[in-house]
């Protein structure tokens, strides 16, 4: 079993940063692919970034590409997030997932997420 546990959100302005962590403990070593999604209040769950862990290789929804940077330390088993000029359209509830058995592309569906973390709360004010 996996557990990720989240870190790192809070309340900024907007233009500001912010950087989440993302924590794995147990099986750390299953996780294949590690993605960041968000969920704004009244909305579905979106896809933000994820990376494949061996490789670094990193997939960005439009909507963050340029302004957020997926990262891996795996000595740390932790995944981060840097997010630069945020939005008060980033403002949501940010999860940490993992994906233990997709090899040949890196998944931007929730679904394909085996574990998932408790989330962390990210407001942008205007």
């Known amino acids: 079993q996996v557990q990720l546990v989240e870190s790192g959100g809070g309340l900024v302005q907007a233009g500001g940063s912010l950087r989440l962590s993302c924590a794995a403990s147990?099986?750390?070593?299953?996780?294949?692919?590690a993605g960041w999604f968000r969920q704004a209040p009244g909305k579905e769950r979106e896809f933000v970034a994820a990376?494949?862990?061996?490789?670094?290789?990193?997939l960005y929804a439009n909507s963050v590409k340029g302004r957020f940077t997926i990262s891996r330390d795996s000595a740390k088993d932790t995944v981060y997030l840097q997010m630069n000029s945020l939005k008060p359209e980033d403002t949501a509830v940010y999860f940490c997932?993992?994906?233990?058995?997709?090899?040949?592309?890196?998944?931007?569906?929730?679904?394909?997420?085996?574990?998932w973390g408790q989330g962390t709360q990210v407001t942008v004010s205007s």
């Open positions: 147990g099986l750390a070593q299953s996780i294949l692919n």
């Open positions: 997932a993992g994906n233990s058995d997709t090899y040949y592309y890196i998944p931007r569906i929730g679904p394909l997420y085996d574990y």
């Open positions: 990376v494949r862990l061996s490789d670094g290789d990193t």
